[in-house]
């Protein structure tokens, strides 16, 4: 099986986690940076989908707290869309309202430096949020099958 790439796709970093081969465990990964260029960026991701035989990608979708799209949201599409010209494989949102508070609480608890944390927190974010698809997909697939 295929794993899932998850994207947190930031101002600055992108943030990498990646499934294990059963598409059951999310495990963080590393932190791209973006750079000034999409085309860049774009084509690294295109390289870790290669080099990890993935079959999906989750990118984080900023929503607002009310649920509804402000210009973040605006931005990480755009990146979807160049993203879109160099892999061919499915592009999935999931919702990461959250995912970064989330991740920096535990790195925070074991008294983790704020640079060592800034440094990993996208990538921990990612995996929270692909995490989540994991688990839904699971559910979904078990229930169609009637597990």
């Known amino acids: 099986m ?3 790439l998850a ?3 930031g ?3 992108i943030g990498i986690a990646l499934s294990d081969e059963n598409g059951t465990m999310a495990l963080p990964g590393r932190t791209i940076q973006r750079g000034d260029s999409k085309r860049k960026a774009a084509s ?5 989908v290669q080099k990890n035989g993935v079959g999906e990608i989750v990118v984080g979708l900023p929503l607002m707290m009310d649920g509804s799209e402000g210009i973040q949201v605006e931005k ?3 990146f979807v ?9 499915p592009i999935h949102y999931q919702d990461e309202r959250l995912s970064t508070l989330e991740a920096e609480r535990p790195m925070m608890a074991m008294g983790m430096a704020r640079k060592e944390r ?3 927190v996208d990538s921990m974010a990612a995996s929270l949020f692909l995490q ?4 839904r997909k699971r559910f979904l697939s078990e229930r169609e099958s009637g597990e």
Not at 81 to 89: E, F, K, Q, V
């Open 11 to 13: 101002e600055k970093t």
């Open 76 to 78: 990480v599409k755009d």
């Open 7 to 9: 994207l947190d796709i």
């Open 132 to 135: 989540t698809y994991l688990s």
């Open 81 to 89: 869309a160049t993203l879109r010209n160099y892999i061919r494989i």
């Open 118 to 120: 800034k440094e990993r």
């Open 2 to 4: 295929p794993c899932v």
């Open 44 to 48: 690294d991701v295109r390289d870790i």
